[in-house]
């Protein structure tokens, strides 16, 4: 049982108390203690206390009043003290021995050959009123134990954990910083960006806006230009139109009257002169009848309707 550093051994009749207190204060701050109630398993129990003796570096005995009473009793059976073998084993082993005294306790004059030596060794007085200065003074002093690594540089590894987790925080902090103005600084790069994108459309819409009202005015200007030539061109065509159905009817009117001059200058002048009895004819009906059925035979022979009017007369 080598992992134990420190025995304690008191009489259970005086001492448990404070030996109970002494062995939870030494396994809180890290010291590895032999307790027997607490730490003893199944086993000789004489046998293992020994052991545990033999493998210990420091032995812590409890002195209160009376824990050598037993001696002067009648019936006193030195196998049966398990104190007195635990003193005289650790005295045998030569081990680093560590004497507690509580108040009003006193050597008696006569101790067994045996445990003898136990007087001459430098002890620490326990009192309520001093027992953290004594407590302190056990450890610092006395004991050749050491407390878990873990507990005796706590100090030191508190202040390296502090010291670690300060530049942990700082790190984090600054880099959360330095995250933040940089996602800040994106988010105005990118509005910047998108105000500028938004320039360009809108400077490009403009600029397709006025090239549009350009094509539009070229397009209204070519579609003057074009509408003009055409009514130019319809009113010339017209124009040309109208000269030509005017030429074609003062064409036609004169080939009438020409026609209409042939036919006079063909009639004889006596058919002239009797001319006029023509309207009497055309106010009867009959009468007007068949001259009108022979007209078109007069005027293509004019010698034969002479003939027929002067038969009529």
């Known amino acids: 049982m080598s992992k134990f550093k420190i025995f304690i051994s008191y009489r259970r009749k005086g001492g448990y108390d404070t030996a109970k207190l002494i062995y939870e204060r030494l396994k809180m701050d890290g010291y590895s203690v032999s307790f027997d109630l607490d730490t003893l398993e199944n086993g000789n129990f004489g046998n293992e206390l020994e052991k545990r003796i033999k493998k210990c570096k420091d032995f812590v005995i409890i002195l209160n009043p009376g824990i050598f009473d037993c001696f002067t009793e009648p019936d006193y059976n030195p196998k049966d003290d398990w104190v007195r073998i635990e003193i005289e084993c650790a005295l045998k082993e030569k081990k680093n021995i560590v004497p507690l005294k509580m108040e009003d306790f006193a050597f008696p004059r006569r101790l067994p050959n045996a445990i003898q030596d136990i007087t001459k060794i430098n002890s620490i007085d326990l009192s309520p009123e001093h027992f953290e200065s004594s407590y302190e003074k056990l450890k610092s002093t006395f004991l050749l134990s050491k407390p878990n690594w873990k507990i005796r540089h706590k100090k030191r590894m508190m202040s390296f954990i502090s010291i670690v987790f300060l530049i942990l925080a700082t790190y984090l902090f600054f880099t959360i910083k330095t995250n933040y ?15 500028a994108a938004d320039s360009i459309r809108i400077v490009r819409e403009m600029e397709l806006i006025r090239a549009a009202d350009s094509i539009n005015a070229a397009m209204e200007a070519e579609l003057a230009r074009q509408t003009d030539s055409i009514s130019d061109a319809m009113e010339l065509e017209l124009a040309r139109a109208a000269d030509s159905i005017k030429m074609y009817m ?64």
């Open 250 to 313: 003062e064409a036609k009117a004169a080939k009438a009257q020409n026609s209409q001059k042939n036919a006079i200058q063909n009639v004889p002048k006596n058919t002239a002169q009797q001319s006029p009895p023509k309207s009497t004819a055309q106010s009867t009906p009959k009468k007007t009848t068949q001259p009108s059925a022979s007209k078109s035979t007069v005027q293509s022979t004019p010698k034969k309707t002479t003939q027929q009017k002067s038969s009529k007369k």
């Open 181 to 195: 103005e940089r996602k800040e600084q994106e988010a105005a790069e990118a509005k910047l960006k998108a105000a």
